[in-house]
Nanobody, 129 residues
Framework: QVQLVESGGGVVQAGGSVRLSCAAS????????MGWFRQAPGKEREFVAA????????YYADSVKGRFTISRDNAKNTVYLQMNSLKPEDTAVYHC??????????????????????WGQGTQVTVSS
């Protein structure tokens, strides 16, 4: 079992920045592929970013590429999402998630929420125009 707790959300003006944190307990995050997803009211949960568990390669949705950065600090058992140049359409509840996929060959992080076994409760980010 792993527990994930997000923090860092809030209200920010368009063009501003926010850094979200996802702290894990129970097991070490270095064993997992980690992802960030978001869900706006009335919309489906969508992929934002992911980082693999092996070489630290990162992946992004087209809508956030160049503005958001995912990173991990295995010593702190924490994953981060740095969000810059925020837009009103970035308003959503942001969730971190852990994918337990285990293989000897390289595993490309999935953008499908169903691939992720553990989820945090989410943190609200509201971008005002």
């Amino acid at each position: 079992q792993v527990q994930l707790v997000e923090s860092g959300g809030g209200v920010v003006q368009a063009g501003g920045s926010v850094r979200l944190s996802c702290a894990a307990s129970g097991r070490t995050l270095s064993s997992y592929t980690m992802g960030w997803f978001r869900q706006a009211p009335g919309k489906e949960r969508e992929f934002v970013a992911a980082i693999d568990r092996s070489v630290g390669k990162t992946y992004y949705a087209d809508s956030v590429k160049g503005r958001f950065t995912i990173s991990r600090d295995n010593a702190k058992n924490t994953v981060y999402l740095q969000m810059n140049s925020l837009k009103p359409e970035d308003t959503a509840v942001y969730h971190c998630a852990a994918d337990l996929h285990d293989s000897e060959s390289y595993y490309t992080p999935s953008a499908n929420p169903s691939a992720y076994a553990y989820w945090g409760q989410g943190t609200q980010v509201t971008v005002s125009s």
